[in-house]
């Protein structure tokens, strides 16, 4: 029975570190990849490496081709898109 009471502090911190750091950090994770996945062409976008351009083509491999100015256009990965600015609204089919 001793062996059991010193095993519940521990017990204890890995549920508080679950709660303040492990959880917090996948419900961020799944919204990321959530934007991500939800982007469309004429999305306004900023990189991780601070980049501000739009959205030309989804293309596939996780990749997107985005204008940083008029003329100049990268190829980026979906995953390093760090936020989204401005979204376009879908087109309805009339």
């Known amino acids: 029975m001793d ?8 017990i204890l911190i890995f549920g508080i570190m679950y709660f303040l750091l492990i959880r917090p950090q996948q419900k961020k994770m799944k919204e990321h990849q959530n934007m991500v996945s939800s982007l469309r062409r ?4 900023v990189t991780q490496g601070g980049l501000i351009g739009k959205v030309v083509k989804v293309k596939e491999n996780n ?6 100015a008029e003329g100049v ?13 401005s979204k376009t609204e879908p087109a309805t089919d009339a």
């Not at 062996?3 to 521990?10: D, E, K, R, S």
């Not at 990749?63 to 940083?68: F, K, M, P």
């Open 63 to 68: 990749e997107l081709e985005v204008e940083l």
């Open 73 to 85: 256009k990268v190829r980026v990965v979906q995953s390093t898109i760090a936020q989204v600015l």
């Open 42 to 45: 004429g999305d306004q976008v």
């Open 3 to 10: 062996a059991v009471g010193q095993f519940i502090p521990l």
